[in-house]
């Protein structure tokens, strides 16, 4: 069955980097466009980022993160990307890797947490 294992979370000072990872199984992760979600502590789910099938030669960010944040994907290795830069503390949040089924967006990771906090 379809799995999406994110890691790469944790806590960082404002300004500084992290990059997340999503361990895709059960699907030819090649063949799907992928996409990152987070959601903030009591707020509602927010969409990051998308990349597209194949050789991921085009990515799409929401404005709040475009030109601190990439998206990547390596089809080798079933694992998609995400490299925070430049973090702040409106960045906080459960970030997860989607990607689509029967509906789009039809499944979901487990979670990683990330804090951007002094």
């Known amino acids: 069955q379809v799995q999406l294992v994110e890691s790469g979370g944790g806590l960082v000072q404002p300004g500084g980097s992290l990059r997340l990872s999503c361990a895709a199984s059960g699907f030819t992760f090649s063949h799907y466009w992928m996409y990152w979600v987070r959601q903030a502590p009591g707020k509602g789910l927010e969409w990051v980022s998308a990349i597209n099938i194949g050789d991921g030669s085009s990515t799409y960010y929401a404005e709040s993160v475009k030109g601190r944040f990439t998206i990547s994907r390596n089809n080798a290795k079933n694992t998609l990307y995400l490299q925070m830069n430049s973090l702040k503390s409106d960045d906080t949040a459960m970030y997860y890797c989607?990607?689509?089924?029967?509906?789009?967006?039809?499944?979901w990771g487990q979670g990683t947490q990330v804090t951007v906090s002094s």
């Open positions: 989607a990607t689509d089924g029967y509906i789009p967006y039809d499944y």
